[in-house]
Structures are given as C-alpha cells and as structure tokens.
C-alpha cells in the first residue's frame, strides 16, 4: 500500500545524509508435535542458527533461555555469536504464526550489522534498510534497487536505484558507509537533487 501523497522531488532529497543502523532479520519455520504448545528453547536457537545463517555468513551460535509458546505473537529473547567474534548481540524471536502443527518464527537483530563475514554489506540489506527508513520518515515505501555490494570500509560508497510504484521517475541514489567497527556500521543515504534520465 502506497500513501498519498507522495513525496516531491525536493522530498526525497531532503534525504541526503539520512543515517542509521541496519537491522538484520531472518525468518524460520519449525514443526511441533500434535497436541504440543511449547517449543522448548533449544528448539528456538536451533531454528533461529539455521534462518540467520545466510545472513551472518556462517553458522552463528545461538542460545535462548526460554522457550516459546506456539501462539502467534508470542516472543523471546535470544543470544548469538557469530564466529570467532566474542561479543554476544540480542535476537529477538517472534512467532508469527501457527498453522496447524506449523509454527512460523521471525528473527530480528538491532545490534548485528549482517556483512559476509569478511565485511562486505550485501546489497540487498542495503537497499532494504534504505527503503526502511525512507518509508518512516515520507509514509511512502520507495523502490531501491543496489546492483553491487558495498565494502565494509569507512567511505566505500555504492550507487542505488530509487523509484516509488505507479511512477515512471527514478532518482540515483547514494549508500555511504560513514562508520565501521568489526560487523557495526552506520550508513548515510544520500538521494540526487535531479532524476535519472528518462530518455536513457
């Protein structure tokens, strides 16, 4: 669902040097025993380790004191390392639904920046957080697209593709990666004043 109206032009420039964290979230799904409400919380860690490998780039450690009951809503708090990284960062663990004997869960992480492990920013996080906190901040979820991955490395800068549904108009849009410590990084969008050219 788009909102009207939507940003101007001036708008979405207005969103040069926007920054923020990127989130990193996953999801998961996991199947219970008939006549079972629980799941224990080895099995939370367990699904949570397999949704959020591809994002972390290698099998992370996961443990999580409580388990969860198999109703949609119901959350729990985990702790992953990834690594050989001693720090431990929280993940919040979401039943987001239940199907019968299926439970899906949702994986979410504010504090772990999710890189390949050698501390490349894939595109597609980057575009998505991009489009996050652009929707916040208009009401309106743009288009983004980054066709290239983005080097963990304070001043890599990577070129993006801004677009809003129904409109043909499309801005350039540029991901700068202003800080970088280990796998925590801040971003700073900057969206062009003009838009791409239409006769390209």
């Known amino acids: 669902?788009?909102?009207?109206?939507?940003?101007?032009?001036?708008?979405?420039?207005?969103?040069?040097?926007?920054?923020?964290?990127?989130?990193?979230?996953?999801?998961?799904?996991?199947?219970?025993?008939?006549?079972?409400?629980?799941?224990?919380?080895?099995?939370?860690?367990?699904?949570?380790?397999?949704?959020?490998?591809?994002?972390?780039?290698?099998?992370?450690?996961?443990?999580?004191?409580?388990?969860?009951?198999?109703?949609?809503?119901?959350?729990?708090?985990?702790?992953?390392?990834?690594?050989?990284?001693?720090?431990?960062?929280?993940?919040?663990?979401?039943?987001?639904?239940?199907?019968?004997?299926?439970?899906?869960?949702?994986?979410?992480?504010?504090?772990?920046r999710p890189t390949d492990g050698k501390g490349t920013i894939f595109a597609d996080e980057v575009a998505r957080q991009a489009a996050d906190a652009l929707e916040k901040q208009y009401g309106t979820r743009p288009k983004i697209t980054c066709p290239d991955d983005l080097p963990g490395k304070a001043g890599a800068t990577t070129r993006c593709v801004l677009g809003v549904e129904g409109d043909d108009t499309e801005y350039g849009m540029t991901a700068e990666v202003s800080e970088m410590d280990g796998t925590r990084y801040h971003l700073d969008f900057t969206v062009d004043d003009e838009p791409l050219d239409e006769t390209s």
Do not use: H, N
């Open 1 to 112: 669902m788009y909102v009207r109206p939507r940003p101007t032009r001036a708008g979405w420039a207005a969103a040069a040097g926007l920054t923020l964290a990127l989130l990193l979230s996953a999801c998961g799904g996991i199947e219970v025993s008939a006549g079972t409400d629980d799941l224990s919380a080895d099995d939370v860690a367990s699904k949570a380790a397999e949704a959020l490998t591809p994002k972390v780039g290698s099998e992370p450690t996961v443990t999580c004191d409580d388990g969860l009951t198999a109703e949609e809503g119901e959350s729990t708090t985990c702790s992953m390392q990834v690594g050989g990284d001693p720090k431990e960062y929280a993940v919040e663990a979401t039943v987001s639904s239940v199907d019968g004997d299926d439970v899906s869960l949702d994986f979410r992480s504010d504090d772990y």
